[in-house]
């Protein structure tokens, strides 16, 4: 497979310019808003709580200023009731500003970052496996997960908080000059070095978070490949060797994120350095003003409160910026994988395709993976309704990419497919399916009972049904056996069932489909002989009456075939039934000699290594 090329979707690396410095742009914004559209009364409820709210907390330091100036300093009782009874409803305000805020953003977040996900999804059925050829599942795994929940971050505590931090900064330096200006300007001193350290900061912890989302993604990829293959790393005592892999990619992890903790470390004191020399120089100021009565306790004590209040939106700023960053790194990448066309072309005037024979024909057929690679070239034939025909050849001749192509699971690039004289492309593919009924050797089970793995959420098939298909195809005795009968709960891909328990449930899930025409890759993983013996009649009973294309590794299967087709290396070379194959003494015949090396010895003129090397050659 040629990896690295083609289309693949954006890896998770720093994305060079785009969303790595810029500023959103208006394509992207705009997507973006598309999700944001329909819940936009949460977002302008949201911003209205946040803009209005915004003055409640500068109004804190305020008040107190005329807590002590107007009521303390001369005494008035009375009036000091008033007031902490005014604060005490502006912090009650307050805290229903932010629950409001809160909720509505979140509700905002969820919301629209569901609907993006359910486009992610339905996005990623109809790709083509083409597209799944070329990109890992753990990166397609880290787009649905971890590249959403970054947009949902931006839109629940990103975007929202922006704004109603820039208003309560305002709100503060307002009420700040209104108060004392001088103060005002001895305050925002320490102003410019912020600025630049935070920009500073800024620009440092953005490489590094991106290094750490990288890490993220490559963490992910590993587990979920690792998890998947552990059966394949056990029985070749891999694991000393994944084990170091693991390390060093955690390494990397740990590292990225103890730089980025390195540069939050340096920022945060920094910041309160700062803060701590702007309320010294406030300090040493107002003596000064205060002995010669130009400026009151009130004042100085808001300004105390005002510059915690300050600084601390001006931390959050970096923070949310990086939020937004992020979040416009994952949107793009997510935006890649919605633009991603690798999908197969829906006919624009679909032939309905109501009545199937089960007539199928190859027309010089052409196929390549990749560029001009050709894995299929020429292949011509046909399957007339009915008809039993087994498809053998050396591994990697072609046998599996033929089914594929009947399946439409990848469109060819010279040649017709037809069915009953329809061009299958002219077919809708989910129609063309529903007239296949495909077995492959790999046997997919999700988690689920054993019956929602039969129908695969199909309302009209019914229990009747599914235990007149297990009985006819010998399934119905196993199933009836297992605790919960069809109720039984598969665990993830079928892992507490047996292969050839496997296969049979497969065998069922064809059968009540009841396909007109039957696709089959049988298993060469050997089941015990009792099993062997069901999975034998089950695939008679599955073939009778339908079209069957059977990539055959069972000697009783090609026997029984009407027509076997010999592959080598993606060509047709012998066309014939099973006795006509064997008195050519041509590629079959080796094939089936190597099949049955008992046979061997009585065939003077064949040894093994000669075979081998003529059918692979
Ligand atoms: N998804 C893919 N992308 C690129 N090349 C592929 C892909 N699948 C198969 N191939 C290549 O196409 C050729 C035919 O593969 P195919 O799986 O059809 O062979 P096969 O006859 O079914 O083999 P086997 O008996 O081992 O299953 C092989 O050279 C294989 O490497």
Same mark, same amino acid.
């Given at each position: 497979m040629n990896k690295g090329q083609g289309f693949q979707i954006q890896a998770d690396a720093p994305t060079s310019g785009k969303g790595s410095g810029k500023g959103i742009d208006r394509a992207l914004l705009k997507r973006l808003l598309h999700y944001v559209q329909p819940y936009k009364g949460l977002l302008i409820a949201a911003t209205f709580l946040t803009i209005f709210g915004a003055g409640l907390s500068p109004l804190r330091p305020y008040l107190t200023k005329i807590a002590v100036d107007d009521y303390i300093a001369k005494n008035d009782l009375e009036g000091l009731v008033h007031i902490s009874l005014l604060l005490g409803l502006v912090v009650l305000l307050d805290s229903a500003k932010i629950y409001g805020a809160t909720y509505l953003t979140q509700l905002l977040g969820q919301r629209a970052v569901m609907?993006?996900?359910?486009?992610?999804?339905?996005?990623?059925?109809?790709?083509?496996?083409?597209?799944?050829?070329?990109?890992?599942?753990?990166?397609?795994?880290?787009?649905?997960?971890?590249?959403?929940?970054?947009?949902?971050?931006?839109?629940s505590s990103g975007l929202v908080a922006l704004i109603g931090d820039v208003f309560q900064l305002t709100f503060?330096?307002?009420?700040?000059?209104?108060?004392?200006?001088?103060?005002?300007?001895?305050?925002?001193?320490?102003?410019?070095?912020?600025?630049?350290?935070?920009?500073?900061?800024?620009?440092?912890?953005?490489?590094?978070?991106?290094?750490?989302?990288?890490?993220?993604?490559?963490?992910?990829?590993?587990?979920?490949?690792?998890?998947?293959?552990?059966?394949?790393?056990?029985?070749?005592?891999?694991?000393p060797q994944e084990f170091e892999k693991h390390t060093e990619i955690s390494a990397a992890h740990r590292d990225a994120n103890i730089r980025s903790i390195h540069y939050y470390s340096i920022f945060y004191p920094t910041i309160e350095f700062l803060s701590s020399v702007a309320m010294g120089l406030i300090i040493w100021h107002s003596g000064a003003r205060m002995l010669d009565g130009t400026l009151t306790v009130g004042i100085v004590i808001s300004f105390v409160q005002f510059v915690t209040q300050f600084f601390r939106p001006l931390q959050d700023l970096s923070e949310k910026y990086n939020i937004m960053q992020t979040a416009i790194s994952s949107a793009e990448r997510i935006f890649s994988l919605l633009d991603e066309k690798e999908i197969i072309d829906e006919p624009k005037n679909p032939i309905a395709l109501k009545e199937v024979k089960g007539h199928i024909r190859f027309e010089n057929v052409s196929f390549a993976y =990749?560029?001009?690679?050709?894995? #299929?070239?020429?292949?011509?034939?046909? !399957?007339?309704?009915?008809?039993?025909?087994? &498809?053998?050849?050396?591994?990697?001749?072609?046998?599996?990419?033929?089914?594929?192509?009947?399946?439409?699971?990848?469109?060819?690039?010279?040649?017709?497919?037809?069915?009953?004289?329809?061009?299958?492309?002219?077919?809708?593919e989910r129609v063309l399916r529903q007239h296949l009924g495909v077995v492959m050797q790999d046997v997919f089970l999700f988690s689920g009972t054993i019956r929602e793995n039969i129908t695969l959420g199909n309302p009209d098939i019914t229990d009747e049904d599914i235990q007149k298909a297990a009985k006819l195809v010998g399934a119905a005795a196993f199933i009836q056996k297992l605790p919960g009968g069809y109720d039984y709960q598969v665990m993830e891909r079928g892992g507490a069932l047996s292969t050839g328990q496997r296969q049979l449930i497969s065998f069922v899930r064809?059968?009540?489909? =009841?396909?007109?025409?039957?696709? #089959?890759?049988?298993?060469?993983?050997? !089941?015990?002989?009792?099993?062997?013996?069901? &999975?034998?009649?089950?695939?008679?009973?599955?073939?009778?009456?339908?079209?069957?294309?059977?990539?055959?590794h069972r000697l009783s299967t090609v026997q029984r075939a009407d027509k076997i087709i010999v592959l080598h290396k993606g060509v047709i070379r012998e066309v014939g039934s099973h006795q006509e194959l064997l008195q050519k003494r041509g590629l079959y015949y080796k094939l089936y000699l190597l099949q049955y090396p008992e046979l061997l010895h009585k065939q003077a003129g064949f040894d093994e290594e000669s075979l081998n090397t003529d059918v692979l050659s």
């Open positions: 609907a993006l996900r359910m486009d992610i999804f339905k996005h990623l059925q109809k790709l083509s496996l083409r597209f799944f050829d070329r990109n890992p599942i753990g990166r397609l795994m880290t787009r649905a997960t971890n590249d959403v929940e970054s947009l949902n971050e931006m839109l503060i330096i307002v009420l700040m000059i209104m108060l004392d200006w001088q103060l005002t300007l001895v305050t925002m001193s320490v102003l410019p070095i912020m600025v630049y350290i935070t920009f500073l900061f800024k620009k440092k912890v953005r490489v590094v978070y991106q290094d750490v989302r990288t890490q993220v993604a490559r963490l992910n990829s590993f587990l979920q490949e690792h998890i998947t293959g552990m059966a394949t790393i056990q029985l070749f005592g891999r694991e =990749n560029d001009e690679n050709w894995v #299929l070239r020429d292949i011509d034939f046909e !399957v007339k309704p009915g008809e039993k025909v087994a &498809i053998v050849g050396a591994t990697g001749s072609g046998k599996t990419t033929i089914i594929s192509l009947l399946s439409r699971f990848y469109d060819i690039q010279k040649g017709t497919i037809s069915i009953d004289g329809n061009d299958i492309k002219q077919i809708h064809a059968m009540v489909y =009841n396909p007109k025409i039957l696709i #089959l890759d049988e298993a060469t993983s050997s !089941v015990d002989t009792e099993t062997e013996y069901l &999975i034998e009649s089950a695939m008679q009973t599955l073939m009778k009456g339908r079209t069957s294309i059977v990539i055959a």
